[in-house]
């Protein structure tokens, strides 16, 4: 099946610091979700992008789908402690596009 | 939004002995229940599709008598790893979207924590 590579693995910033993690794959995406996983937690679902060269915000999170959906970013602005987890990207897959497929993970850590 | 409830959170069992998890969505029916595992500081691997009514689809390199999914009801799925062994210790976590779609975000249980001695 479809795999998608996420970058980088690891984050480690200074509070305050923009972040951005990277997802790729090698097959155009029918679409992208992105979570949110808190240390010791569950994954939270944040967005999903559809269209080719999507973007879309919240608050400061910026979400984009590339041209070709192959490939899709998250940024986040001027990071805060509580931004602290790791973020996955997934991808649908199956005959019906109906499971959902996980990237490797960006685990982001922030100095205070 | 939807909550999706697992249960145990957490739980340690002797080798050999088996283990019952439960998934169920409180406020939505699910058609469609996945299973992943995850690993410490790794990503989720889906195990397998559980689909109300029918047989479960697992992923390749998942051994289905091995872990033995049902999906009686519209609310409830359950995974059972049978005779367990440490090296299925893991963190099993069941998701559910909302209804029949097959798109669309997936709402996440709390986890399970399997620790086997």
């Known amino acids: 099946g479809q795999q998608v590579m996420q970058i980088p693995q690891y984050q480690h910033v200074q509070e305050g610091e923009d972040f951005t993690t990277y997802c790729n794959s090698s097959t155009t995406l029918s679409n992208i979700q992105w979570y949110k996983q808190r240390p010791g937690g569950h994954p939270v679902f944040l967005i999903q992008l559809v269209k080719s060269g999507e973007v879309k915000k919240q608050k400061r999170l910026t979400f984009q789908f590339g041209e070709a959906k192959k490939n899709s970013s998250l940024h986040i602005t001027a990071t805060q402690t509580t931004d602290v987890g790791t973020y996955f990207c997934a991808s649908a897959q199956g005959s019906s596009a109906s499971k959902i497929i996980f990237g490797s993970g960006t685990r982001l850590s922030i100095r205070p | 939004g939807a909550v999706v409830s697992q249960h145990p959170s957490r739980v340690i069992c002797k080798s050999g002995t088996s283990v019952k998890i439960e998934c169920r969505s409180l406020?939505?029916?699910?058609?469609?229940m996945f299973w992943y595992r995850q690993f410490p500081k790794q990503s989720l691997m889906l195990m397998a599709t559980s689909n109300e009514g029918s047989k479960a689809t697992y992923e390749q390199g998942v051994e289905k008598d091995k872990f033995l999914i049902n999906h009686a009801s519209l609310t409830l799925s359950t995974l059972t790893v049978t005779s367990a062994h440490p090296e299925d210790s893991s963190f099993y976590i069941c998701?559910?979207?909302?209804?029949?779609?097959?798109?669309?975000?997936?709402?996440f249980g709390e986890g399970s924590r399997l620790t086997v001695l």
């Open positions: 998701s559910a979207r909302v209804g029949t779609s097959t798109t669309g975000e997936l709402f």
């Open positions: 406020d939505f029916q699910a058609t469609t």
